[in-house]
């Protein structure tokens, strides 16, 4: 898995993520599992619920806006994070993001929970090629 690190001096409000990984999937994997950092402890996740994911943008980093997005909506929906993901990003545009993902219910109990993202905004959000794969930079409304 590749790299993230969160950037403290990015925005005051929000949470910033500096995301790196060795080729797109693996660049998109490694957010989903900032994304989770920022929500819950990982270890306190039950891993009972396998679902598939398929999203579809024109531009790459759309299509990440997207896949972040849709993590928070399924946590603020049905309370489900991912703790494991495989995302396999295909296309030249549109781009197409097949994802297999591993989590469970956010339960009050056992789950730790951290910080409640809202959305994943625009502001300073870049996605490039970089020496020795892709990076990213995503700023969480939270």
């Known amino acids: ?64 806006y997207d896949w972040l997005s849709e993590l928070i909506f399924l946590k603020d929906r049905d309370r489900l994070v991912f703790p494991r993901s495989a995302v396999e990003i295909r296309g030249i545009g549109p781009f197409h993001l097949a994802a297999d993902v591993a989590g469970g219910i956010i339960d009050p109990e056992r789950t730790d929970r951290r910080s409640d993202p809202k959305a994943v905004t625009l502001h300073q959000f870049s996605l490039e090629r970089a020496p020795d794969g892709w990076r990213a930079r995503v700023v969480i409304d939270i």
Do not use: K, S
Request: charged share 30%.
């Open 1 to 64: 898995m590749g790299q993230y690190r969160i950037l403290d001096d990015m925005a005051l409000a929000d949470c910033a993520i500096g995301v790196e990984g060795r080729d797109l999937d693996d660049l998109f994997e490694t957010a989903a599992a900032a994304l989770l950092e920022l929500m819950v402890d990982p270890a306190t996740v039950d891993v009972t619920v396998d679902r598939h994911l398929a999203l579809e943008a024109d531009a790459l980093d759309l299509l990440l």
